[in-house]
Structures are given as C-alpha cells and as structure tokens.
C-alpha cells in the first residue's frame, strides 16, 4: 500500500483538527488508565478542592501547550525520524491531557478559558524553534520539559495531602516529562542561548498564576 504526499491545504487542515481537539476537548480518549484509577478520591473540603483544581488546570495547560510545541516543531522538522518523535511524544502527551482532564471534572471543575491563546502562543514558538534547526529545536524540548518537571515537582509538594488520586497523575507525568527530555538529549540535542530560559521560566510564571485561576 502507498501512502499518500498532503498537500500544504491537507497539511493544514490536519493542523486545524488537531488544535481543535486539544483547545475545546478537555478529556480526549487516553492510550492508556489514568495513573489514579485504583486511588480512593479524598475527603478535601471545599478549600483544597479549589486548590487541587486550581493546579490541576495548571498542569491541564501545560499539556494543551506541550501539544502545541510538539505540534508546531513536527510541522516544520526537517527530519523524518525527527518528526516521527515528536508526533510520538505529543500521543503521549494526550495522555497526560486526558488525565489532568478527567480529574478536573471530579473536583467539579473546567479546564482554562484562555486555551486557544496557550495554545496559539506555544504552536508558534515551537514552529519558530523548529524553523531554526533541528538541534536547536530538540533543545527546546529539553528545556521544557525539565522546567515541567521541575513545576509537576512543586505541585507534588503543594498538593493537599488527601488527594492521592491528583498526586498519582501529576507523579506519573513528572516521571514522562524526564524521559521525554532524556530522549531529546540522545538524539542531539543543542543548549539553548543563556537568556531563552530565563524567558521560558518568566512566561511560565505569567502562564501559572493566570491559568490557576482561569
């Protein structure tokens, strides 16, 4: 069977749907269980439930915004294998959107409002990334996903303790975001310019404060 060439119409229809699914699909099909499935929810009063929601909207963005870069760098990567790996970790990180999605729903909340904007602003950095070079653009990835996980980091320790079942997706991700940095690495990787992290870590400031609460 041949596979067919997408024209630079189909290739943008294909980016459309997929920003599409990720913005307005809070909790779209996971490959796999949700890390909390055998976890008892809590007994959180009415503050920790605002808490816990509040970070895992957080964390909720963070994967519309990991599907965005990873989105935007396979769209210009000039690597077929390359391309093959983001796509594959981007499937990976739905997962991840899945989860934060569903337990969002339990604490009887909703994802961001600003969801289209996170995930224009991402889709454009990472295709800026990518356009730059592939090196660069695996850089990028590990930047990120160290900065994710140092966040995911502080989430575990901020978390109330009664919610185990918000604990075990964001350990769970915590663990995917290392390896998916560690894979980046092992294919050629290229530090960033000092100054790109400082404005990734200052972004992600602006980012959290205003997705905790919208």
């Known amino acids: ?13 294909v980016e459309i749907e997929r920003a599409l699914e990720t913005v ?4 779209p099909p996971a490959s796999q269980p949700s890390p909390a499935q055998d976890i008892a929810d809590g007994d959180l009063d009415e503050a920790a439930r605002r808490h816990s929601a509040g970070l895992m909207r957080v964390n909720h963005v963070g994967e519309v915004c990991a599907q965005a870069l990873y989105f935007g760098q396979a769209a210009v990567a000039r690597d077929d294998a390359l391309r093959a790996q983001m796509l594959a970790a981007a499937a990976e990180e739905t997962d991840h959107l899945a989860w934060c999605g569903e337990r969002l729903a339990e ?3 909703r994802a961001s409002l600003l969801n289209p904007l996170w995930y ?3 889709y454009a950095i990472g295709a800026a990334a990518g356009a730059i070079g592939d090196r660069l653009s695996l ?7 160290r900065q994710v996980e140092a966040h995911l980091g502080e989430h575990l320790e901020t978390l109330p303790v009664g919610d185990q079942r918000s604990r075990a997706i964001v350990r769970r991700m915590k663990e995917d975001e290392a390896r998916h940095a ?4 092992a294919a050629g990787a290229r530090p960033l310019p000092s100054p790109i992290p400082t404005l990734m870590r ?8 205003v997705a905790y609460r919208c």
């Open 139 to 145: 850089g990028f990835v590990v930047e990120t996903e």
């Open 107 to 109: 604490l009887g909340s």
């Open 202 to 209: 200052a972004a992600s400031k602006v980012m959290k404060a």
């Open 120 to 122: 224009a602003g991402a």
């Open 1 to 13: 069977m041949t596979s067919r060439t997408l024209s630079p119409f189909d290739r943008a229809l």
């Open 24 to 27: 307005f699909v809070a909790a």
């Open 182 to 185: 560690e894979h980046a690495l």
